[in-house]
């Protein structure tokens, strides 16, 4: 069964950044395609990023050219750095892995296999 469990999340004021960390365990983590989703309150849960068993990255537009994903393999960790935050980045942030790892990498929740418990994300104005 794979694990993830993620960290990095915090308060911070606009403007400023965040870097998430998720550490998997119990899988073959170089060979799935990981991705970040977030949820803030009163939303649905939405795509934020992902990166494809290859390193290569795929970012939704809301996040583009502010966010960068990516992997450690040999650390079984996948990262997203976070630039230029908004008070609309503020949500819940969860590391998702799917064990299927097309290219490019899905955006529906419901196609990833394992989800992390979450960490929150809030950015003041």
């Known amino acids: 069964q794979v694990q993830l469990v993620e960290s990095g999340g915090g308060l911070v004021q606009s403007g400023g950044s965040l870097r998430l960390s998720c550490a998997a365990s119990?899988?073959?983590?170089?060979?799935?395609?990981m991705g970040w989703f977030r949820q803030a309150p009163g939303k649905e849960r939405e795509f934020v990023a992902a990166?494809?068993?290859?390193?290569?990255?795929y970012y939704a537009d809301s996040v583009k050219g502010r966010f960068t994903v990516s992997r450690d393999n040999a650390k079984n960790t996948v990262y997203m750095q976070m630039n230029s935050l908004k008070p609309e980045d503020t949500a819940v942030y969860y590391c998702?892995?799917?064990?299927?790892?097309?290219?490019?990498?899905?955006?529906?929740?419901?196609?990833?296999?394992?989800w992390g418990q979450g960490t929150q994300v809030t950015v003041s104005s």
């Open positions: 119990g899988g073959t983590f170089s060979r799935y395609a």
């Open positions: 998702v892995a799917d064990r299927a790892s097309p290219v490019p990498p899905m955006r529906r929740s419901q196609d990833y296999d394992y």
């Open positions: 990166i494809d068993w290859n390193g290569s990255p």
